[in-house]
């Protein structure tokens, strides 16, 4: 049963345009939420994360939106450069309870920027 | 070094003999995680340190899997008897916080491939 879910196994964009990676969450405890980019060969690298008492947190050319009513979040990159070509992991953590130390991943969206 | 070394990065055995993996954690950081990333999934947990203490291998998918971690420091994941569905990245993680929401700084991985 995936607590997380990446719908999309992949997205391309072109260079300049806004890449749009969406994730999907079950679980109601799931309080803090994080994306975590991959390129090959490399362990998974932290981008940005936003607490469940936030919408929207921005960082750069990287914004989280929130939606915890249709526990629904997503990740936007404006404007997407070839560098941001990588494997995205959205990833949830419950801060409550015994295990807030765990993080539950989504699968990976795979987008490439196209120049 | 700067960041979570991992070795080996890439092992193959034969199905039955047993394997150990290492993890560097980055100089200080309390607590330890390894995760396991099968082809095409997200990475999925299996077991958390914090100092020398194992507090959570939950997602230890069998006895076969052992985790240490003696010093509070370097950490060794075992696998007994490796299996072919044992195939799979592993990644070491580390973190300065004692539980809690944060991020989490990832080694390189190691690749295991059971034949």
């Known amino acids: 049963d995936q607590q997380v879910k990446q719908n999309s196994p992949s997205l391309s964009v072109q260079e300049g345009r806004i890449s749009i990676l969406n994730c999907d969450y079950t679980?109601?405890?799931?309080?803090?939420f994080l994306w975590y980019k991959k390129y090959p060969a490399e362990g998974p690298t932290f981008l940005i994360s936003?607490?469940?008492?936030?919408d929207k947190n921005e960082d750069g050319r990287f914004t989280v939106f929130l939606n915890k009513s249709a526990k629904h979040l997503s990740l936007h990159i404006v404007p997407s450069q070839p560098g941001d070509s990588a494997v995205y992991f959205c990833?949830?953590?419950?801060?409550?309870?015994?295990?807030?130390?765990?993080?539950?991943f989504g699968k990976g969206t795979l987008l490439t920027v196209n120049p | 070094g700067a960041g979570v070394s991992q070795s080996p990065r890439y092992k193959v055995a034969k199905r039955g003999q047993d394997v150990a993996l290492r993890c560097d954690p980055i100089?200080?950081?309390?607590?330890l995680f390894w995760y396991q990333q099968a082809l095409g999934q997200g990475p999925e947990f299996l077991t958390y340190?914090?100092?020398?203490?194992?507090?959570?291998k939950s997602g230890l998918p069998s006895d076969r899997f052992f985790a240490e971690r003696p010093e509070g420091s370097v950490s060794t994941l075992k696998i007994q008897r490796t299996q072919q569905e044992d195939s799979a990245v592993y990644l070491c993680?580390?973190?300065?916080?004692?539980?809690?929401?944060?991020?989490?700084?990832f080694g390189e991985g190691s690749r295991l491939t059971v034949l």
């Open positions: 936003i607490s469940s008492i936030k």
């Open positions: 340190f914090q100092n020398e203490a194992q507090l959570d």
């Open positions: 100089s200080g950081h309390v607590s």
């Open positions: 990833a949830a953590q419950s801060n409550s309870g015994g295990s807030n130390y765990k993080l539950t």
């Open positions: 993680a580390s973190s300065s916080k004692r539980r809690g929401s944060g991020e989490l700084f």
């Open positions: 679980n109601s405890m799931f309080d803090y």
